[in-house]
Structure formats: C-alpha cells, structure tokens
C-alpha cells in the first residue's frame, strides 16, 4: 500500500471535515427555534465532525503525513454563495436546513469515493467506513425533515 495515497486521501477528507466544520458554524440559533427536535442532532453532528476531524488527524500523523488543516475552496465558494444569497433574502431556516443536507451530501460523496478508490490502508478504510455511516445517518434525518418542509 502507498502511504503517500492514503495520506493524500485522508487529507482531502480532513479537508471536507473542516468544510462541515466551517459549515456547522453557519448555522444560526434561529433555525431552532423552527426546528427545536434537531438541536439534539444538530449538536451531535458537531461533536462528531470535531471526533472525525481529530481520527483523521491520527492516522495522517501515525502514517507520517502532515496534517493539511484547511478547507476546499469548492466548500469556501458555497459558504460565501450562502453569505451572499442570506443578504439578499434574509436568513430563513428552510434554506439553512436545504445547506446542511447539499453539505452532508457532499461529503458522503466525497467520503464514498475515497473508499471506491482503494488508496486507503485497512486501518483507515475501517474509520472511514465508520465516519461515512456517521454522515449518512445525520444526513437522513435532516434530509427527512427536509422532505417533510416541502
């Protein structure tokens, strides 16, 4: 196995942790007040993406890479399309819901093809694997509640 790929594919998911992370903070109280069932939800999501963040870390280090700690400038562009768009209309919680599933959706893409590509060592495929399945399901109960704002 080359160390270099699997380094070089845990950095691009530790990139699109930091994403969700920065995401996450983009998030107004607000939204609660609308949505007070997922508060719960929502904090966990938050405690998971700083615990995926720091597994990432690990094993980026335990395999002698150096840690890129930033974000992806597809996530930096759709943070500032939201800033952007939330001056225009105002912040409502319907779209802020609508960018937490796009964000959450993004990043079980780009965790499931991490995956497909095989460039992960068995250690790291089985966080991984564990991290996506932590994605997949706060994406479900957001996307529900989605479903259900229509």
Same mark, same amino acid.
């Given at each position: 196995?080359? $160390?270099?790929?699997?380094?070089? +594919?845990?950095?691009?998911? =530790?990139?699109? *942790?930091?994403?969700? !992370? ?43 890479? $150096?840690?890129?700690?930033?974000? +992806?400038?597809?996530?930096? =562009?759709?943070? *500032?399309?939201?800033? !952007? ?66």
């Amino acid at each position: 196995m080359d $160390n270099s790929k699997t380094v070089s +594919t845990l950095n691009d998911l =530790l990139n699109i *942790t930091n994403d969700r !992370i920065q995401g996450f903070s983009k998030v107004e109280d607000k939204v609660w007040d609308i949505y007070t069932p997922l508060k719960n939800d929502y904090d966990q999501m938050v405690r998971e993406s700083q615990n995926m963040k720091s597994e990432l870390i690990r094993l980026i280090t335990e395999r002698g890479g $150096n840690p890129d700690d930033s974000t +992806t400038t597809a996530g930096a =562009l759709h943070r *500032t399309w939201i800033d !952007i768009k939330n001056s225009f209309t105002g912040d409502h919680a319907e779209s802020t819901l609508e960018n937490v599933v796009f964000g959450e959706k993004a990043a079980i893409d780009a965790y499931q093809e991490a995956l497909q590509k095989g460039n992960l060592c068995p250690q790291s495929t089985v966080v991984v694997a564990d991290q996506l399945e932590h994605l997949k399901s706060s994406y479900s109960k957001f996307e529900n509640l989605e479903r259900n704002t229509d």
